[in-house]
């Protein structure tokens, strides 16, 4: 795949992640989308291969930072905030064992 082609989908993944992971907050959207434009548009004229490869390994990085650790917090009330974590953010949880056994074998 061309170099072009990369970060045309790079572009389109990273506004994929941010719909995704600000569903529903209009401002946060917004803001993103407006980050993520203006980064693109100041490298526009970047024409070292290694310097691309660099910023498309950075804009992978920043997409995986905000699909694993981003958690969308609502104001309930003057001191409580409602948090909506998407499924791929939660993990599965072990009960806790008050009576654990040594396995034998």
């Not at 389109?12 to 959207?29: E, M, P």
């Not at 490869?53 to 409580?80: A, F, Y």
């Not at 791929?88 to 009960?95: E, I, R, S, T």
Request: no cysteine.
């Amino acid at each position: 795949m061309d170099t072009r082609a990369k970060v045309l989908q790079l572009f389109k993944s990273l506004h994929r992640t941010r719909q995704d992971v600000f569903r529903g907050d209009n401002q946060a959207l917004e803001a993103a989308r407006l980050k993520i434009n203006s980064e693109f548009r100041s490298h526009l004229t970047e024409s070292s291969t290694e310097q691309i490869t660099k910023l498309l390994k950075l804009g992978s990085d920043v997409e995986v930072i905000l699909q694993k650790t981003v958690i969308q917090g609502v104001h309930t009330n003057h001191n409580t905030i409602l948090l909506r974590p998407r499924e791929d953010v939660l993990l599965n949880n072990v009960p806790f064992n008050d009576n654990p056994t040594k396995k034998t074998t």
